[in-house]
């Protein structure tokens, strides 16, 4: 391996890959996953915007289930230990 070059293995035999190259192509596709990312916001950003919202509502919700079903399981584990505790 020489200079910006890093050894990589291609179908059991080795062949050198350029890395800066890479580097280059990796910087091209985000680069394009941006732009895609802004004329998709342009075009379809209020109807993205009512999904995250319901999303965001649904964890929310769901959340809160969570918690009042813990609530729930707490005071029936308590009520169980009174009832050991009352040698009944």
Do not use: F, P
Request: net charge negative; proline share 0%; charged share 35%.
């Amino acid at each position: 391996m020489y200079g910006n070059q890093v050894q990589v293995y291609c179908g059991g035999a080795s062949c050198e890959t350029d890395y800066a190259g890479r580097i280059a192509h990796w910087a091209r596709m985000e680069l394009l996953k941006e732009k895609v990312k802004m004329r998709l916001d342009a075009k379809y950003g209020k109807q993205l915007d009512k999904v995250a919202d319901l999303i965001v509502d649904l964890v929310s919700e769901r959340t809160k289930s969570d918690e009042e079903l813990t609530q729930k399981e707490t005071g029936l584990r308590e009520a169980l230990g009174a009832m050991d505790g009352d040698g009944s």
